[in-house]
């Protein structure tokens, strides 16, 4: 009676754990956009500036940089999020980011379901930047205000 007993209860736990882990899959294997981009992107800014430049993103700011510079961007509002580049002698456009999809987020069509879809889409995964490298240009500021006097003349 007691080997019969020990039997059932453990068919019952493995029966648990069996169950445990078919509804624990999703989660370990979803959300295929989120474990592979992982947390914010990544932007790269080349240029040929002959000085240190201050680079502001929403993330944060990042003082005296000398290019190429690597900045963080905040994966929650891509599009249209600029970057700001300023230095004691140069002006520059702003980068204004664009969006596109992710193509790690059609993963959780085959692996992650709807719970896998479900967290890439409250992480923000299955958006990223357009692009990732930009090259800027300085434009003298000197330059610039005689630029505006010769316009107003």
């Known amino acids: 009676m007691i080997k019969n007993k020990k039997v059932l209860i453990m068919k019952k736990t493995n029966t648990f754990w069996l169950v445990a882990m078919i509804f624990a899959a999703p989660l370990f294997l979803g959300s295929c956009a989120t474990i592979v981009s992982g947390g914010d992107p990544s932007i790269t800014i080349h240029g040929n500036v002959p000085e240190p430049v201050t680079i502001k993103t929403e993330k944060q700011t990042y003082p005296e940089v000398i290019l190429p510079a690597v900045v963080q961007v905040d994966r929650h509002h891509l599009k249209g999020q600029r970057i700001q580049i300023t230095s004691d002698n140069y002006m520059y456009d702003d980068i204004v ?41 300085p434009l003298p500021k000197n330059q610039t205000e005689a630029t505006k006097e010769d316009n107003n003349e």
């Open 97 to 137: 980011l664009g969006k596109s999809t992710n193509g790690w987020a059609f993963g959780n069509i085959l692996l992650g379901g709807i719970i896998g879809l479900g967290v890439d889409l409250l992480t923000n995964c299955v958006s990223k930047p357009t692009y990732t490298h930009f090259d800027i240009t």
